[in-house]
């Protein structure tokens, strides 16, 4: 009895977990791909995707979405890197920094994209800084549909800013399972700090940084709400174009089809992350 009762506990812990995705993700991407790939009289059809792709909204919707991700993840890792790093050395107030830094998990992402809107905005809280010393004699149009390269700056800012700090909390949980063996050991050999985290670090935080790039670049996929705030139509998003179908348009089965997409974009980046940041259970555990 006390066997049986030990082999069914793993399941029954993890019963909780998996009935919770079943309901909430694996029947929704069912259902939304019945939605994609299906006409009213349930027979098989590619129109839906025919038509997502005449949109006029399509084009500019894949390359901004492209644009943001090839922008705002290097950018996201590079920083959450050296924060987690700056961290990790526990220098007096660590503890304090990293409070400050994760405020963003927090925070929602259209909250955030409120937040922003009213730094950027033409009598936001920068251009009235910035007026007040004197190095302006005029608001800057940051959000202005006529100033593209502006507007898409902002929205790398606040997306930076928002979800950062998530890369840099599985980064620090990387660097705090690492034994200091290895730290000792470079600073026995003379290595510097540049060094050190070429060399040392990165290698082993490679299971760390493969988990953290395919987690933000989901979420680079999914970025709508900083979008909408800051750009409105301007700058169309995938995500931005799926909700419009299905809210604006009352068309579910083409906004299906654009979360089809995301969902494939997001599958083929998950396999590249695995094939290039391949580690063994020894690099995982390090055996």
């Known amino acids: 009895m006390r066997v049986r009762t030990e082999s069914i506990l793993p399941y029954s812990l993890l019963a909780p977990t998996l009935i919770f995705i079943t309901l909430l993700i694996v029947v929704p991407i069912f259902q939304a791909f019945l939605l994609a790939f299906q006409t009213a009289d349930g027979e098989f059809t590619l129109t839906q995707f025919e038509?997502?792709?005449?949109?006029?909204?399509?084009?500019?919707?894949?390359?901004?979405?492209?644009?943001?991700l090839i922008f705002i993840v290097p950018a996201q890792v590079v920083l959450a890197l050296v924060m987690a790093l700056l961290i990790h050395t526990r220098f007096k107030g660590h503890t304090?920094?990293?409070?400050?830094?994760?405020?963003?998990?927090?925070?929602?992402?259209?909250?955030?994209?409120?937040?922003?809107?009213?730094?950027?905005?033409?009598?936001?809280?920068?251009?009235?800084?910035?007026?007040?010393?004197?190095?302006?004699?005029?608001?800057?149009?940051?959000?202005?549909?006529?100033?593209?390269p502006a507007l898409f700056s902002t929205l790398i800012i606040a997306e930076s800013w928002r979800a950062t700090a998530i890369v840099m909390v599985i980064l620090l949980a990387g660097l705090?399972?690492?034994?200091?063996?290895?730290?000792?050991?470079?600073?026995?050999?003379?290595?510097?700090t540049l060094k050190r985290t070429l060399f040392v670090v990165l290698p082993l935080l490679r299971p760390s940084l493969q988990n953290a790039l395919i987690i933000r670049t989901i979420f680079a996929f999914q970025t709508f709400a900083v979008v909408l705030a800051l750009a409105g139509r301007v700058i169309p998003v995938l995500t931005g174009e799926a909700y419009n179908w299905y809210a604006l348009n009352r068309n579910a089965n083409i906004a299906a089809a654009y979360s089809t997409l995301v969902l494939i974009f997001t599958v083929i980046a998950t396999v590249v992350y695995f094939r290039l940041l391949r580690t063994s259970t020894a690099e995982a555990g390090f055996d």
Do not use: C
């Not at 500019?60 to 943001?68: G, H, V």
């Not at 705090?176 to 510097?192: M, W």
């Open 51 to 68: 038509k997502m792709i005449a949109d006029t909204s399509f084009a500019d919707a894949l390359k901004f979405t492209f644009l943001l």
């Open 176 to 192: 705090q399972v690492i034994p200091r063996d290895y730290f000792e050991a470079a600073d026995v050999f003379g290595a510097n």
């Open 96 to 148: 304090f920094f990293l409070y400050i830094y994760a405020l963003p998990l927090a925070i929602s992402d259209l909250a955030a994209g409120i937040v922003w809107l009213a730094i950027f905005t033409e009598r936001g809280f920068l251009n009235s800084g910035l007026f007040q010393l004197g190095l302006l004699e005029r608001p800057f149009l940051f959000l202005s549909y006529q100033n593209l």
